[in-house]
C-alpha cells in the first residue's frame, strides 16, 4: 500500500526556516517515474503547488517561492524534505506531500497526483 | 507558468441535478488536466486525469472532457456525498498549477 506522510514543527516564527518531512512506504523514489511534490493550502484558500522531485534527482520549484524553497531526499530513509526559508504569516496553511508518475513518450510526461499525504499544519506567529 | 481559470467558484444544486465546471488554461495543455475533490478537512482526491479518464474506484456519474485550452467536469446526478470543492489542474509541464475552486453546495 502506497503512503506518504507529512511531519514537522506546527508552529514557526515569522522569519524562521520551515522544514517539513515526507516519509514515503509503498514505493521509493529511485524507482523510474516516481516523483514526489508539495502543495500548500492557506485556510480556506485554494491549493498551491509549491515544488516537485522526481526518481532522477531533478527539482522543480513554484515560480514565485523558488528562491526561499529546497527540497532534497534521504534515500536511506525513504523521505523527502521541503525546507522553505523566511517563513512570513501569509505562508500559514496545510503542507501536503504527494505522489506524481511520469510516464516515458516521446518525452516524460506527469499523470495525476493520485496518493496523498493527510496533510500538516503550519502556522507562522511570533 | 500556466494559469488555471475555474468557474464558477461557487454553485448550489439540488440532488439528482447535472453540475458542470468549467477550467481553461492560459495556453495549449493537450489533454494534461485533472479534477481533484476535496472534502472539509482533508487531502485532496484524484477523481480524473488525462481530462477524461476516471480514476479506479471513482463513480461513473463523474466525468470529465476537453482537449487544449477548454475543459469541463460534469457530475450526471449529484449526490449528497459530492459536497465538495472541486479543483482542476494541469499536469503538461511543471510548475503545475491548479484552478481556484469551485465549492459545490447543496440547494
Known amino acids: 500500500q502506497v503512503t506518504l506522510r507529512e511531519s514537522g514543527p506546527a508552529l514557526v516564527k515569522p522569519t524562521q526556516t520551515l522544514k517539513l518531512t515526507c516519509t514515503l512506504s509503498?514505493?521509493?523514489?529511485?524507482?523510474?517515474?516516481?516523483?514526489v511534490t508539495w502543495i500548500r493550502q492557506p485556510p480556506g484558500k485554494a491549493l498551491e503547488w509549491l515544488a516537485l522531485?522526481?526518481?532522477?534527482?531533478?527539482?522543480y520549484y513554484n515560480t514565485s517561492l523558488r528562491t526561499r524553497l529546497t527540497v532534497s531526499e534521504d534515500t536511506s530513509k525513504n523521505q523527502v524534505v521541503l525546507t522553505m526559508t523566511n517563513m512570513d504569516p501569509a505562508d500559514t496553511g496545510t503542507y501536503y506531500c504527494?505522489?506524481?508518475?511520469?510516464?516515458?513518450?516521446?518525452?516524460?510526461?506527469?499523470?495525476?497526483?493520485?496518493?496523498w499525504g493527510q496533510g500538516t499544519t503550519v502556522t507562522v506567529s511570533s | 507558468d500556466i494559469q488555471m481559470t475555474q468557474s464558477p467558484s461557487s454553485l448550489s444544486a439540488s440532488v439528482g441535478d447535472r453540475v458542470s465546471i468549467t477550467c481553461q488554461a492560459s495556453?495549449?495543455?493537450?489533454?494534461?488536466l485533472n479534477w481533484y475533490q476535496q472534502k472539509p478537512g482533508k487531502a485532496p482526491k484524484l477523481l480524473i486525469y488525462?481530462?477524461?479518464t476516471l480514476e479506479t474506484g471513482v463513480p461513473s456519474r463523474y466525468s470529465g472532457r476537453g482537449s487544449g485550452t477548454e475543459f469541463t467536469f460534469t457530475i450526471s446526478s449529484l449526490q449528497p456525498e459530492d459536497i465538495a470543492t472541486y479543483y482542476c489542474?494541469?499536469?503538461?509541464?511543471?510548475?503545475?498549477?491548479f484552478g481556484g475552486g469551485t465549492k459545490v453546495e447543496l440547494k
Open positions: 504527494a505522489r506524481v508518475i511520469a510516464v516515458a513518450g516521446t518525452r516524460y510526461y506527469y499523470n495525476g497526483i493520485d496518493v
Open positions: 509503498g514505493f521509493s523514489l529511485t524507482t523510474d517515474g516516481m516523483c
Open positions: 522531485m522526481d526518481w532522477e534527482d531533478h527539482k
Open positions: 495556453q495549449d495543455i493537450a489533454d494534461y
Open positions: 488525462g481530462s477524461s
Open positions: 489542474q494541469q499536469c503538461d509541464n511543471v510548475p503545475f498549477t
